[in-house]
Every structure is written in structure tokens, then in C-alpha cells.
């Protein structure tokens, strides 16, 4: 079974830009999960998506948004682009609801560069 | 508040124990997690501990919580050169988001 595939691998991107970012969750998994991980702030979640509805939601400004698919393929955007916006994302897929019975699989990440 | 706590860097040699620490701060969350993430790849679970546990046990791992400080720690034994990672504690909060802490870097020495 394949597992959770985040593309595009790298990105460099400049100020003010957007950018689109997609995950493919492992086979029969529904829910979705969004990550920022930077070296001083460890990962910091963004939102959940189960069945295309965001179910939650971290402390992020609006320019980070997200939505899944029939398919249960997810994209997170970020509009206008800031430097502090260069991190790793993490893409994280479970069968449902994130909880103890729902182990969460990553995927390798995008590698997000803001000039 | 949501804060989940670690050091930032431990070095050991191969063959002995490494311990790793977390603090979190979350008294309602049901269930703590360790997972390991190596260069260029994505997190992998390790273990998770329910907490209304004090002790659990997975081969080399070791996995110690104290509900009362609300401590978190993990004890790799005979530590090896392939531990070398990144070790990611976190906590399922009350409201059903993963919280995780900032990442202590391993090394082992050889």
C-alpha cells in the first residue's frame, strides 16, 4: 500500500506569492491532517479534513487555508506570502477522526523557501 | 495554554541509554505520543502511552509518564547509530488536536 505523498517535494516562492500544496493520503484514509514545522516551534498544526469538511482548526492567520477532495486528496494554500512562512509542511493521514485508535501517517513533507 | 516542551539536543554514546524529556501542559489530554522523524522523511510513530498509565514497555523503548507534573519520558536502551533522529513528543488534546513539542535532536556517537 502506498503511503502518504506530499508534492511538490521543494519549493522556492518570493514574497507576496501563493502557493498551493497537495497531499495524497494513504488508500481508504478520510481524514487529513495539515502541519507547519520549523526549528524553534516544532510542528504546529493547521487543520484537520474529514469527508471535505474542515473538522479543525490551529492558530494560524487566514492566509493559510485548505480544503480535501471527494477523493480524500487534500491542498493547503498560502496567500501572500511572508519570509516567516519557509518551513517544512506536513501532510498526516489516519482512517478517521485523529485519536488513539487512529494511528497518523506523515508524509515527507514540502520544503517551503520564502525569498 | 497548549505547550508541549522539550530539550533541544542529547548526544550519547552507542550502547548506553538515552533519555528523552517533554513537558506538556494540556491535564485533559487522554493519550501521549512519542515519534521519531530521520533526515528527509516525514514523523513515525514510535509509542504512545494512555494516561492513565505510568509505564509502558516496547523492546528498547521505554516510555515513563508522571500525570502529576505532567512529564513525559522516553528511554531508547543499547542505543544505536540508526536512533540518530529527531524525537517529537505529543499530546492528543481535550479537543481532539495533536499537539507536539519542538523536537530533540539525537545523536549517537559511535
Known amino acids: 500500500k502506498a503511503g502518504v505523498t506530499q508534492t511538490p517535494r521543494y519549493l522556492i516562492k518570493t514574497r507576496g506569492q501563493q502557493v498551493t500544496l497537495s497531499c495524497s493520503p494513504i488508500?481508504?484514509?478520510?481524514?487529513v491532517s495539515w502541519y507547519q514545522q520549523t526549528p524553534g516551534q516544532g510542528l504546529q498544526f493547521l487543520f484537520e479534513y474529514f469527508s471535505e469538511t474542515q473538522r479543525n482548526k490551529g492558530n494560524f492567520p487566514g492566509r493559510f487555508s485548505g480544503r480535501q477532495f471527494s477523493n480524500s486528496r487534500s491542498e493547503m494554500n498560502v496567500s501572500t506570502l511572508e519570509l516567516g512562512d519557509s518551513a517544512l509542511y506536513l501532510c498526516?493521514?489516519?482512517?478517521?477522526?485523529?485519536?488513539?485508535?487512529?494511528?497518523?501517517?506523515f508524509g515527507p513533507g514540502t520544503r517551503l523557501l520564502v525569498l | 495554554g497548549e505547550d508541549v516542551e522539550q530539550s533541544l539536543f542529547l548526544s550519547v554514546r552507542e550502547g548506553d541509554s538515552s533519555v528523552i524529556n517533554c513537558t506538556y501542559t494540556d491535564s485533559s489530554s487522554t493519550y501521549l505520543y512519542w515519534y521519531k522523524q530521520e533526515p528527509g522523511a516525514g514523523l513515525q510513530l514510535l509509542t504512545y502511552?494512555?494516561?492513565?498509565?505510568d509505564m509502558k514497555q516496547d523492546q528498547r523503548l521505554t516510555v515513563l509518564l508522571n500525570k502529576k507534573d505532567k512529564h513525559l519520558s522516553l528511554r531508547i536502551a543499547d542505543t544505536q547509530t540508526g536512533d540518530s533522529a529527531i524525537y517529537f513528543c505529543?499530546?492528543?488534546?481535550?479537543?481532539?488536536?495533536?499537539?507536539f513539542g519542538t523536537g530533540t535532536r539525537l545523536k549517537v556517537l559511535a
Open positions: 488508500s481508504g484514509h478520510r481524514s
Open positions: 502511552i494512555f494516561s492513565n498509565m
Open positions: 505529543a499530546e492528543l488534546s481535550g479537543t481532539y488536536k495533536y499537539i
Open positions: 498526516a493521514s489516519s482512517l478517521a477522526k485523529p485519536g488513539p485508535e487512529e494511528t497518523q501517517y
